[in-house]
């Protein structure tokens, strides 16, 4: 048995894509709001997929991934490279699933932010139905779907 039963990544390379994507979110609209920092702070404690991450370096983590972010630059690059690390469909649906609710944690999504989660979709190959779903969860502050296996 895992860690508290919890499936946990090792792997730093998908938690930073599923972090990068929730930096992307909450910058989309150029200004990152203290709402949608908390929002990150609240998701990653309600994550299995970020045990292990404590509250000291979380701030390091997201500056870190809003360095990577920067210097990726182009878009279309940075998406490109978050779905590379996250192959597998529960990992860009919770990664899509944590964009959503960053960029709804201040109640207002400038078209910005959703012409980034319109980019993120097809960047994932979403179907609508599942954006659909994931929004409604990001909207009320639901859980999103566990990524490991049931």
Same mark, same amino acid.
């Given at each position: 048995m895992g860690k508290n039963g919890h499936v946990h990544f090792s792997d730093e390379t998908r938690q930073a894509a599923l972090f990068e994507t929730m930096i992307l979110a909450a910058g989309s609209d150029g200004d990152v709001s203290k709402v949608e920092v908390e929002e *990150?702070?609240? !998701?990653?404690?309600? %994550? #299995?997929?970020?045990?292990?991450?404590?509250?000291?370096?979380?701030?390091?983590?997201?500056?870190?991934?809003?360095?990577?972010?920067?210097?990726a630059g182009e878009l279309s690059s940075i998406?490109?490279? *978050?779905?590379? !690390?996250?192959?597998? %469909? #529960?990992?860009r649906e919770l990664a899509f699933g944590l964009a959503a609710s960053v960029a709804w944690a201040d109640q207002r999504t400038p078209p910005s932010e959703l012409e980034f989660l319109k980019a993120l979709q097809q960047k994932f190959e979403l179907e609508d139905a599942d954006v659909a779903r994931l929004f409604e969860l990001a909207g009320e502050k639901a859980p999103l779907p566990p990524t490991e296996a049931s």
């Open positions: *990150i702070y609240r !998701r990653v404690f309600e %994550r #299995p997929e970020f045990h292990g991450i404590h509250a000291s370096d979380l701030r390091q983590a997201i500056s870190h991934a809003a360095q990577q972010v920067a210097r998406l490109s490279s *978050i779905a590379e !690390r996250l192959p597998d %469909r #529960p990992s």
